[in-house]
């Protein structure tokens, strides 16, 4: 399996409350992605990144922001959370940018 | 606009049976085409994938798929169901170097004693 994880697996928060998702990978992949799971929508693109530093969006990018300061880890940010980003978060990595391997998830709940 | 379309929402099938499940898609060039496995509270699996050349590619766990261009379809094969491959299989999409995957809504298979 690749070596990704995501952190937390499981939380909960409050509407209005920024909220960070990890995700580090021991692959030392170029590319990592952001999709969220919605029943009916199957995963859907938030945010990607080609390298360190350079990010760009996915069809799903309104009130989510995405950093990459290291090769291994990529954080997806909810500024001000709304119960609308409540929704299973994973992550995928990419050595060529064409076969993605995916993180366990983080299922965050927004009251 | 580049999109995947899995059809069938639930697929129910006896144990033994054979399965196909239908992915289409809509892509100007040739796609790169996956189908991935999610057990449930799991993350995903990649059974197989289409880059180019033989249309019929063999995958884990026994599935196979073939890529029609001329009905823009990848559908899922599986010539005898086992129990444990009741989970939601998803189909995905996407162009080489475009970085982009676009997923299918997905067909959860639920498999019959």
């Known amino acids: 399996d690749a070596g990704i994880t995501q952190s937390p697996r499981h939380k909960v928060t409050e509407t209005g409350t920024p909220v960070t998702l990890r995700c580090h990978q021991t692959e030392n992949h170029r590319y990592m992605y952001w999709y969220r799971q919605d029943p009916g929508h199957g995963l859907r693109l938030i945010h990607y990144s080609y390298g360190v530093k350079d990010t760009d969006k996915g069809e799903v990018s309104d009130g989510y922001s995405v950093s990459r300061s290291k090769t291994e880890d990529f954080l997806l940010t909810l500024e001000s959370a709304t119960s609308s980003q409540t929704s299973v978060y994973f992550c995928?990595?990419?050595?060529?940018?064409?076969?993605?391997?995916f993180g366990p998830g983080t299922r965050l709940t927004v009251l | 606009a580049q999109s995947v379309t899995q059809p069938d929402i639930h697929i129910t099938v006896s144990e033994g049976a054979s399965l196909e499940l239908r992915c289409n898609y809509s892509y100007g060039a040739t796609p790169y085409l996956f189908w991935y496995v999610q057990s449930p509270g799991q993350g995903l699996q990649l059974l197989l994938k289409?880059?180019?050349?033989?249309?019929l590619v063999q995958g884990i766990k026994g599935f196979e798929a073939e890529f029609k261009r001329s009905q823009s379809s990848f559908n899922l094969r599986k010539p005898s169901v086992h129990w444990s491959d009741a989970a939601e299989y998803f189909c995905a999409g996407g162009q080489y170097n475009f970085n982009k995957f676009y997923f299918g809504s997905g067909t959860k298979l639920n498999v019959k004693p």
């Open positions: 289409y880059f180019s050349g033989d249309t």
């Open positions: 995928a990595i990419s050595g060529t940018g064409d076969e993605q391997f």
